[in-house]
T-cell receptor
Framework: NAGVTQTPKFRILKIGQSMTLQCTQD?????MYWYRQDPGMGLKLIYY???????DKGEVPNGYNVSRSTTEDFPLRLELAAPSQTSVYFC???????????????FGPGTRLTVT | DQQVKQNSPSLSVQEGRISILNCDYT??????FLWYKKYPAEGPTFLISISSIKDKNEDGRFTVFLNKSAKHLSLHIVPSQPGDSAVYFC????????????FGAGTRLFVKA
């Protein structure tokens, strides 16, 4: 199992550009998440999905969009990039919380994004 | 308003000694608590968890203690090893967060050889 994979690893964007951060998991998890981590801060939830076709906002959704057409993929779209979106982005997945099995999340290696 | 607080940004411990990392939370509705470990340039990895129906959970060198009345949990690492040097995040979830996990800011642990 590859677990959770993210591409690209690094990206530099100019202000106003757009891009999509890719995330794929091969563990057949229903739940998937996007977080951002700013220096010295914890992870902030951007969007999450409880299954294909279902997404919902997290704590910091402004400036981002997501889609979930398959169980495996959960891309994050940045429209009109701004310097405030400079951060490290982590994708994660988990089994359905509250059901049998652990509630821990499995994280990808992250994408370091700089907007200048 | 931080619902999960890790008040120590960093901690330095000698190899072989005990490392104690602390975490406080504000909402008594949280019913599940997790610790994640993160190395530079990698994603966080799950370390250990505890349900609110317990006050202690042990896994090898790692023990998590939960004090519900104080809304406090701690992670003990005994004995500490240089490979334990990483950032440790406390996280909570439960009906208060609608199963959305809330992370603390992290504590950077340095284990000196």
């Amino acid at each position: 199992n590859a677990g959770v994979t993210q591409t690209p690893k690094f990206r530099i964007l100019k202000i106003g550009q757009s891009m999509t951060l890719q995330c794929t998991q091969d563990m057949n998890h229903n739940y998937m998440y996007w977080y951002r981590q700013d220096p010295g801060m914890g992870l902030k939830l951007i969007y999450y999905s409880v299954g294909a076709g279902i997404t919902d906002k997290g704590e910091v959704p402004n400036g981002y969009n997501v889609s979930r057409s398959t169980t495996e993929d959960f891309p994050l779209r940045l429209e009109l990039a701004a310097p405030s979106q400079t951060s490290v982005y982590f994708c994660a997945s988990s089994y359905t919380p509250g059901l049998a099995g652990g509630r821990e999340q499995y994280f990808g290696p992250g994408t370091r994004l700089t907007v200048t | 308003d931080q619902q999960v607080k890790q008040n120590s940004p960093s901690l330095s411990v000698q190899e072989g000694r005990i490392s104690i990392l602390n975490c406080d939370y504000t909402n008594s509705m949280f019913d599940y608590f997790l610790w994640y470990k993160k190395y530079p340039a990698e994603g966080p990895t799950f370390l250990i968890s505890i349900s609110s129906i317990k006050d202690k959970n042990e896994d090898g060198r790692f023990t998590v203690f939960l004090n519900k009345s104080a809304k406090h949990l701690s992670l003990h690492i005994v004995p500490s090893q240089p490979g334990d040097s990483a950032v440790y995040f406390c996280a909570t979830e439960g009906t208060a967060g609608g199963f959305k996990t809330i992370f603390g800011a992290g504590t950077r642990l340095f284990v000196k050889a």
